[in-house]
């Protein structure tokens, strides 16, 4: 196996799309248009990544610098998203994207890179933080909303509407 880093750039960003529409747990963070949308309203540098095993893609991380005036200087995986930035397809390739986020990490001074991935998924790799503080919903979708609300919202939102009335009536 000879895995290689490489950054990613207008002229390889189709493989990167190519790679991220493959796999099932991507989201629209992975996207190029969402790193434009970034960097154009908030400033925020952004260092994406692909690895390769033996010339195919077998990895992407994407790095989000920040300079928050409290959490002070890191790196996030999915800027303003749950989860995601961060795929690799054997340990390997994310070695070798791990050891590009650290090198980006001393480059920046940066205090610590957030890993945001969906449970079951990658664990983070040693001295990063995994940010648990958000969530993710995952609900299988019908075409027939009616038999969406019955089977998926109805059930759920008496719930919180008798969790409401307890409240009132003891409040």
Not at 2 to 30: A, C, G, H, P, W
Not at 79 to 100: I, P, R, T
Not at 153 to 171: P, Y
Request: with cysteine; hydrophobic share 35%.
């Amino acid at each position: 196996m000879s895995i290689s880093v490489e950054q990613i750039d207008e002229n390889n960003m189709s493989e990167l799309k190519d790679y991220i529409l493959e796999r099932n747990k991507t989201t629209f963070v992975d996207l190029w248009d969402w790193r434009r949308l970034v960097e154009k309203i908030y400033g925020y540098s952004h260092h994406w990544y692909l690895a390769r095993d033996s010339g195919k893609v077998s990895g992407f991380l994407r790095l989000t610098f920040v300079e928050h005036p409290i959490f002070g200087k890191y790196l996030s995986t999915a800027v303003f998203a749950n989860h995601g930035g961060f795929y690799a397809d054997n340990l390997e390739s994310a070695d070798a994207l791990v050891c590009q986020a650290t090198a980006v990490q001393e480059k920046f001074g940066a205090k610590y890179v957030l890993l945001r991935h969906l449970e079951g998924e990658q664990a983070p790799p040693e001295g990063w933080y995994q940010d648990n503080s958000y969530a993710t919903y995952m609900l299988e979708l019908t075409n027939d909303p009616d038999i969406f609300y019955q089977e998926k919202l109805r059930s759920k939102k008496k719930a919180k509407q008798d969790k409401k009335k307890i409240k009132q009536f003891w409040f």
